[in-house]
Every structure is written in C-alpha cells, then in structure tokens.
C-alpha cells in the first residue's frame, strides 16, 4: 500500500482556473515537501512545510500543512499553462529516517 | 552553482548485461541519494549516504545492485546483470546537513531489451 497518496491522480484545468492537490499520510510527518516534475526532468524543489498548520505560497502556488500533520494540499490560482507537469509530496515519517513520496498528480492546463 | 549531475542521460542494454550511473552530487552536500523512478510513479530510495557511509540501503536489491561512494564525493550506482523489469529512471539527490531539502538530478533513463 502507498504510505502516502495523493489525489486526483491526474487533472486537466482550463487556463485562468484554480485547482487543489492533496496528499495523505496514515503517520504524522516530521516534514512534508512539495517537487514538481516535468517529463524527462528531474525533481524541483517547490516548498517544504513542518509546523502544524504552516502555510506557505510561492507565486501562485500555495501550500498547507494540517494541524496533526498528516495532510497537505498544494493550491495553483490562476493556473497558466507553465504550471503543468507531475506535482509529487515526499515526506519524513516521524521518528523514523525513512523518506517516502507519493504517486505524483499529473497537470495539465490548456491554453 | 552546478546542480546534481548526472549520466549518462540515457542508456539502453540488453538484459543480462552490466549498467552503470554515475552521479556528482552538489558541492558541500554530504548526502545523497539514489531513487527509483517507474513510470507514473513516485521516486523509491534505493540508498542514502552519509559522506562515504551507506546509511539506508534497505531497499537496495543487493542480489544485482551495489553502489558506492568511495571518496563521500562522487557516487556510482551498478546494476550486474539488468533485468528486463529494471528499466526506470535512476535518480540521484543530494541535500547538506543542515537542510531537508533534496536537490535532484535529471536521472538516467534506463531501457533494459
């Protein structure tokens, strides 16, 4: 079984419109990070969160870690056609040094 | 600053044959990884390094994979002999001590005939 899961798994949005990508963990996270990947690339880093509740934004794209730190969601306003690619959570499992991530949700945004 | 090289880019073999990556993580960075990449699915750790120490390699098929890091520099991943079920993408990360974050390289891409 994934130990994290992320959802939709794929996702096609008009220009201009807004969309939610959520990722889910069974055990609290020591940090939950965001990468976003384009086919071919490697990973980049977006953000990472580790406070309960913290929240942080990078342009257009926002990020939210909930209070008992098993759930994030990555948030795109006004999604342009750059922002396509594969959105992936990788996380630390508290108290372990395991790092893990999840599926990947692909994006597309069309013009 | 260069970022986390890696090669080749691509490479193709036929099964039973010997592979190897190679891997230059950034300068400074005392750990790296390497990762698993299937298609449409998220990277898995194959090992993580400490300097010249492998730290985490319980994910790393030992029967066909070795890797090393002889100097706590550089890296290569081997694969002897490849299996058909062995193409992916091989990633490889680095990241400092102080730091979480994983800086990635773009992977080789590897196809196993």
């Known amino acids: 079984s994934q130990e994290l899961e992320q959802s939709p798994q794929s996702l096609i949005v008009q220009e201009g419109k807004n969309l939610t990508i959520n990722c889910t963990s069974s055990?609290?996270?020591?940090?939950l990070y965001w990468y976003k990947q384009k086919y071919g690339e490697g990973l980049i880093f977006l953000m990472m969160?580790?406070?309960?509740?913290e929240e942080k934004s990078h342009e257009k794209i926002t990020a939210k870690l909930d209070e008992k730190k098993q759930q994030s969601s990555l948030h795109i306003t006004a999604s342009q056609p750059s922002h396509a690619g594969i959105y992936l959570c990788?996380?630390?499992?508290?108290?372990?040094?395991?790092?893990?991530f999840g599926t990947g949700t692909r994006l597309k945004v069309l013009a | 600053e260069a970022g986390v090289v890696q090669s080749p880019r691509y490479k193709i073999i036929e099964k039973k044959q010997p592979v190897a990556f190679w891997c230059n993580p950034i300068?400074?960075?005392?750990?790296l990884y390497w990762y698993l990449q299937n298609l449409g699915q998220g990277p898995e750790l194959l090992i993580r390094?400490?300097?010249?120490?492998?730290?985490?390699d319980s994910q790393l098929p030992k029967d066909r994979f070795s890797a090393e890091r002889l100097k706590g520099v550089d890296s290569t991943l081997k694969i002897q002999p490849a299996e058909l079920g062995d193409s992916a993408v091989y990633l490889c990360?680095?990241?400092?001590?102080?730091?979480?974050?994983?800086?990635f390289g773009p992977g080789t891409r590897l196809t196993v005939l």
């Open positions: 055990k609290t996270l020591y940090g």
């Open positions: 969160l580790q406070k309960g509740g």
């Open positions: 390094y400490e300097n010249e120490e492998a730290v985490d």
């Open positions: 990788g996380a630390d499992i508290w108290g372990t040094y395991k790092y893990i």
């Open positions: 990360a680095s990241s400092n001590p102080d730091s979480h974050e994983q800086f």
């Open positions: 300068s400074g960075h005392n750990t």
